[in-house]
């Protein structure tokens, strides 16, 4: 892998995505929760709910934000094209479609992240949190989730330029 994609792939999408990823998914909770005294474990407007929803739709969006602007760059010249495939792990059975993709991603990180996340809750954490801290933890998992995500949508975009 070139020292480019590497960068690329560490600075951009998982530090970037990172704060941009803290930043939107705080300004959604403070505008979801704001009114609440405090955010149930369980419910419609909860944090399971949230912690799953949030697990399937941000690799969705950013499959499909991140997918087109890493192709671009490349077709572009502001990233380089590989020379070669970027790694021998990537799958040749990996979705083309950025829906896909972000579909795949999804649901994996509703099955491997949000799921144990909401199960450690139920066990050990409380049955609520007052909204204030809930927007932290939010935002805090969604960075996170994005710092995992992300890089591997870029990998599969600048594998696929």
């Not at 909770?29 to 005294?37: E, G």
């Amino acid at each position: 892998m070139r020292p480019e994609h590497r960068r690329f792939l560490v600075v951009d999408e998982v530090i970037g995505s990172s704060i941009v990823n803290f930043a939107i998914n705080a300004a959604l909770a403070w505008l979801t929760y704001r009114s609440l005294p405090s955010v149930p474990l369980y419910g419609r407007t909860s944090m399971a709910a949230d912690t799953v929803v949030t697990a399937l739709v941000l690799p969705l969006l950013t499959a499909l934000i991140a997918t087109p602007l890493v192709r671009l760059g490349v077709a572009r010249g502001k990233l380089p094209r590989p020379d070669a495939p970027l790694a021998p792990l990537a799958p040749r059975w990996r979705p083309r479609s950025s829906v896909a993709r972000g579909l795949l991603l999804g649901v994996a990180s509703v099955l491997l992240v949000a799921a144990p996340c909401v199960l450690v809750f139920a066990l050990v954490g409380p049955a609520s949190l007052p909204a204030a801290r809930f927007i932290w933890v939010k935002a805090s998992f969604a960075a996170a989730l994005g710092a995992l995500v992300t890089p591997l949508v870029g990998w599969w975009a600048l594998h696929d330029s």
